[in-house]
């Protein structure tokens, strides 16, 4: 097979080593891993979508994961939805992953409620408002145990696919981008359609002033970095790349929060970079209010692969809600759309995916889990 | 590739079926999956020698999965011994695991000092003293969660292989096997030369007067007996069954404890039954102290493969005591020999696997971790 017969899948960036990191994958057995975490900095009013409001952040995560697994969320009776009744991208991620048969794993890296479904357990903590200046414990710990489970994870798929969820990871990202030296000022994306950048920039600030850290400063010491102004994601998503990445390629999940990882991951292991892929969606590719080429071009030649994914013909609002800016990414849904068209050689078309999307939507609807 | 011709594996019971389970699985791979937990069961003298005290027993299964994972403990300073100072046999399943390149993942189902690695959890407790006739807390939830997990299991491996490391587990097993209407007295093994029968009777009789029930009294709540006189190890063990072996073999690694677990599947999903094996060693099927045919065969036709390992010849002493009956089974060693011999055809044989664990016991030795 020619991975240009993949369509559905946009080589956005490095698009040589996108076509060759397809080509790797087509046809192969991935597993979908959901690393999910929840931060004080969350709260902070008009920093997070991922939530009808700032305190529900905290059930986010659980609950997004519990709909991957299980196709409905147990510990809140509905669908985690944005402050617009916008309904989260694990939709998305669920409708991808169950027509191409991809198992789930779940790991729980901080959440301060935990899913009702089995998760791997790396023994961190919720992250702290990053304005503290110290807002993640035990990071080296956490590292350390993700890097034995990405080890593992290598002997069994063919593949990761690593996907996240935490509210208000942008933010976070954006300080440990300014604090390990990539200009990422109006650069992070954002669930909202109008991209807060003032209100982030102003809690980066204070948190990097409140860690005494200036710009770059912490380049050669991203776990340092993770521990004053970071979020509790970012050390298990490292480690699993970092333990995964050395024996089998790795999909990062994810909009501009990649970045963040991507730094770090470079920053603790450069040589597990080239077995490395950033997968996301049309909208944060082609999202005005972001920068996510320009965040990576600063840190590695590693290629953006972005799933052609497009609701404007939806009937639902709260999909046609996406074309408009809302949500964009998030619980991996771009990586999982793409792997599951890479899964079945294309069998599995992003109108399926779409379909499917739809699908779901209707039913969780008529469960009123919308 | 004619099964017979994998050496080393001794077809013990309903040899026809063992013939067609090691065909599906020769050649396939398959995730190794450790369950762990405690009870304060296993702290009453005498009941157990998984730990050099019973309080000890606390670390054992911890230690067990660190060994496993890391090549070394980390919750205490040595590996788990019995009295006597005989090593854990997840030396053993380490060996044969490593060999092979077969993953680990370990699974929590209620574990009171938890392991220095990562380990999926389940939500579990550790179990009380059956002697209270209220063993274990949220059965259900744990079964629940475990076919959950099970069912993404079946997505991932060929086939799994499932251990367990909970001390005094043949005691609970004894009791929950008389509470479902199997005569298990004098039947179940023990990590001790000596089998304390006496003790054992004594102790599950109690229970089962403590929770009000007779021989048979539960044969169609094996939960409920779980709840009663149980071991949190059982609901968690039987629900990846349940919910693996709907779609791909699962092998059970142990000694007799695995009838509790056969029994408890059996009456909860009786379909998935054709799917399973028991693997266990030569120490087990050859122990005139217990009887795991008289209990399989009054619950299933199950075959029982049987590592043929054999430690007459061992330059170290602490494995020679395996052939006076010490230890026996554990931590899925039998299991994980099967399939590692399976896994590469043969490539991998009996001797091999004995040669890495004298190479591994002298490494723990100068290690100072033995």
Known sequence: ????????????????????????????????????????TAKIPGISAAGKTPELTEYTPAADVELLILGRCKCIDTVPVTPEGIP?????????????????????????????????????????????GSAVVNVEEVFLKAKVLGEQLSMIADYLVVGESIPGGTTTALAVLLALGVNARGKVSSSMPHNPHDLKIRVVEQALKAAGVSFGQLGNNPLKAISLVGDPVMPAFAGIVVGAA?????????????????????????????????????????????????????????????????????????????ERGAVKEGVGAGGAVISAIA???????VDDVVREVEKNYELLLKRGQI
């Open 246 to 322: 050395k024996r089998i390629p790795v999909l990062m999940a994810g909009g501009t929060q990649m970045c963040a990882i991507l730094k770090i991951v470079k920053e603790l292991d450069e040589s597990v970079v080239e077995n490395i892929a950033i997968g996301t969606t049309r909208w944060i590719v082609h999202d005005k209010t972001s920068d996510i080429k320009g965040l990576v071009e600063q840190i590695a030649d590693v290629p953006i692969l972005a799933a052609n994914i497009d609701f404007s013909k939806s009937r639902f609002d709260g999909l046609r809600a996406y």
């Open 343 to 349: 899964k079945t050689r294309g069998g599995i078309t």
């Open 1 to 40: 097979m020619h991975p240009k017969e993949l369509t559905g899948i946009m080589l956005f960036h490095e698009e040589e080593r996108g076509r060759e990191f397809l080509e790797k994958i087509t046809g192969k057995k991935p597993v979908f891993v959901c690393v999910i975490g929840t931060t004080d």
């Open 88 to 132: 989260t991208p694990a939709i998305i991620t669920l409708s991808a992953l169950r027509l191409a048969h991809i198992p789930v794993l779940v790991v729980d890296a901080g959440a301060r409620i935990k899913p009702q479904v089995p998760f791997i357990s790396l023994g961190g903590f919720p992250g702290k408002d990053i304005r503290s």
